[in-house]
């Protein structure tokens, strides 16, 4: 099959060479760790220990209060010493931290659930449920709610998010090399929760060697294909992979299911296989650490719960003329202004970059080159969005279908004006979608 792709997009710089050839280390066990019990899209949950209580690794330590929302567990073996607000990537709220006794012992709970050959589809959702799985390259939605499509939305194809456009980024990359049965093993289990017989893994070609590997892992799989997209940015937005695997469009406005697909990352799907196959629920995760501002730039594994300062001395630290902090990949991430917050199931990249990589251009008035509106990959006018969320004309932004925006940062990349149009169309995505609220 030759490439796929979609429509529009850029190709900003890969930046992936410093890390995408260093297999994943681990770290020292972390001394405390700070565990959020909100590190989802949904609900936060409900403390289930005390003060003083003696824990151990994948015990649960946060019960999930409503059906949007996942249950959190420890990372640490050790005793809990606080439960109360901290500051976390989000903001304020509660955590419980747990001293480690460095001893890494395993919950009882933790125990191989059986094999999906003879689990059926509602005990392996059950398996994802408890295990606290949520969508591990982005924001972090529930993966059992994506699971749970209406009855009168039936799903033909499961989609394996393998692409990994953003620059910098290299976790899912090296996963796929260094435990690709694990990911394919995870497919087939999502595949079985929808009673889907169709799956791909969607990768794009800058990652031959993925390709590969994850090809040998699928070749006695009815039903699996591995597909090389081409590498061009937002290949991994769901919309676009969706159109690249089945070019299958997904309406305005709507979901993936409602052009017949669930999109899951591949670190999710290998999350689901150790969930089932060792009873581990999500505990920790790879995350590359990178950019001009790290001494030593790295994948690592790390405990759900770790300081970021902790992650990034381990890396060697900051260098002298660290300017900008980000949560995730340059595009999509979100800029930190401390590293004192903790890590969690969505901590896929800290990104350090220093100050020439972090220099803001001055912006200038808009040339009308329509650039913007040509690289967009969800086929709306940055431009005219952009002049009218900052007249607060937020009806016309409406008609426009600011909605629509999948926020990947396209259009400031390649404004030759440098407009953060990003910027204010997320103001008027916010705006409208507080009015709708409203209504
Ligand atoms: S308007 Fe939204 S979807 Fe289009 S390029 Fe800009 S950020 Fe991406
Ligand atoms: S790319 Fe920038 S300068 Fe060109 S039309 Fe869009 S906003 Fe204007």
Known sequence: MGLLSFRGGIHPPHAKKSTEKKPVEHLVEPKVVVIPLHQHIGAPCEPVVNVGDHVKVGQKIGNATSFVSAPVHSSVSGVVKEIGPKLTLGGKTTCVVIESDGLNTISEEVKPKGDISTLDGKEILEIIKEA??????????????????????????????????????????????ENPESIIYGLKALMKVLGVTKGYVGIENNKMDAIEKMTKAAEKEAGIEVVALKTKYPQGAEKQLIYACTKRQVPSGGLPLEAGVVVSNVATASAVSEAIQTGMPLVQRICTVTGSGVKEPKNVMIKTGTMLSEIVEQCGGLTDDISKLIWGGPMMGISMSTLNIPATKTASGILCLNEADATIPEKSDCIKCGKCVDICPAFIQPMLLDAYALRSNYDQAEKLRVLDCIECG????????????????????????ARKKRV
């Open 410 to 433: 396209s259009c400031s990349f390649v404004c030759p004006a440098k407009r953060p149009l990003l910027h204010s169309i997320r103001v008027a995505k916010r705006e409208v979608l």
């Open 132 to 177: 606290g799985i949520v969508g591990m390259g982005g924001a972090g939605f529930p993966t059992h709610v994506k699971l749970s499509p209406p009855p009168n939305k039936p799903i033909d194809y499961v989609i394996l998010n393998g692409a990994e456009c953003e620059p910098y980024l290299t976790a899912d990359h090296r996963l796929m090399l």
